[in-house]
């Protein structure tokens, strides 16, 4: 029964990347950002802002870092990922998201003083060919005479910058919860996303995407993390990162069945090689002297 709440997190997870496409038409990214944060933080002010006061003199040292963690994976990863739904598929979308685990590997090597092994290295090769390939329409060597489209390169730094995120996580463990930590991060994500919100032409959200904003607010930032965390706790960092593997598939399937989106054997091809180079980088070694480097578990909201 345990296993049921990693399956849940990643349905909610791959559900909200349709989340991300259905808002880009709805609601300017700006104001999605925005407001998905502001309810998240209206929701967990009363439960965690006691105990950040009762915290302030421990949380104060880390102002700086927690600032810049929820730049890069709150305001900036959330913001490139309903840009990157102008004009992106749902299912590219999905698919190069779970290039995160593989580039987290590459991050702890200079990071996390990780050394990288050969299985790495071969998946690594094999990922970005099965994403060249998808990306290319079944052309390998598209890049050479075509550009990648904006959508897709927005979604490929989307995904760098959350890897980022989380190897920095991973390096600079503070001495507080994990609902503390969201907080915190949320709370300084809505104050750097305000000026951005801003200069929305609509700064109120249309009737239409208030769902959308709901569900982004409350499943995929508060109810998937705790249950990923509680996850993580029961049945391992490395079991549960497991799961992350079949996001993609279940965002492919739903944008397939929900969106009509046309599914392509370059999609499935080029998506299998994706997800077998991450399978194969995270292959454990054992080491003798360093323990091998494998994806970081992710303990806050995804995009």
């Not at 300017?28 to 006691?50: D, K």
């Not at 990923?228 to 993609?248: C, E, H």
């Amino acid at each position: 029964m345990i296993y049921l709440l990693p399956m849940f997190t990643v349905l909610i997870w791959g559900a909200n990347t349709l989340v991300n496409k259905l808002a880009s038409h709805i609601i300017e990214p700006s104001a999605m950002s925005f407001y998905r944060w502001l309810l998240a933080m209206v929701i967990l002010t009363p439960l965690c802002l006691p105990g950040v006061l009762r915290q302030w003199t421990i949380i104060r040292p880390y102002l700086a870092k927690l600032a810049f963690l929820s730049l890069l994976g709150m305001a900036l990863n959330q913001s490139l990922g309903y840009y990157a739904g102008l004009t992106t598929s749902a299912s590219n979308m999905s698919l190069i998201t779970s290039l995160i685990p593989l580039l987290s590997i590459f991050f702890s090597v200079p990071l996390l003083g990780k050394r990288l092994s050969a299985l790495s290295i071969v998946g690594a090769v094999l990922s970005l060919a099965g994403l060249a390939f998808m990306l290319g329409q079944g052309d390998l060597l598209f890049f050479i005479d075509q550009d990648i489209t904006q959508g897709d390169g927005l979604m490929v730094l989307s995904a760098a910058v959350y890897a980022l995120y989380c190897v920095l996580l991973k390096r600079w463990k503070m001495p507080f919860s994990n609902w503390t930590l969201i907080y915190l991060q949320g709370s300084l994500a809505v104050v750097m996303l305000a000026p951005l919100w801003l200069t929305s032409e609509h700064l109120l959200p249309p009737q239409e995407s208030l769902p959308l904003i709901a569900y982004a607010g409350i499943a995929a930032s508060l109810l998937a993390p705790w249950m990923w965390v509680k996850a993580i706790d029961v049945l391992g960092a490395d079991s549960t990162a497991i799961f992350m593997n079949l996001l993609p598939v279940v965002s492919v399937a739903l944008a397939a069945g929900l969106l009509d989106e046309q599914i392509h054997v370059y999609h499935l091809l080029g998506g299998l090689m994706v997800l077998s180079g991450v399978i194969l980088a995270q292959i454990k070694r054992p080491l003798r002297s360093t323990p091998p480097a494998t994806a970081l578990p992710l303990t806050s909201p995804r995009p």
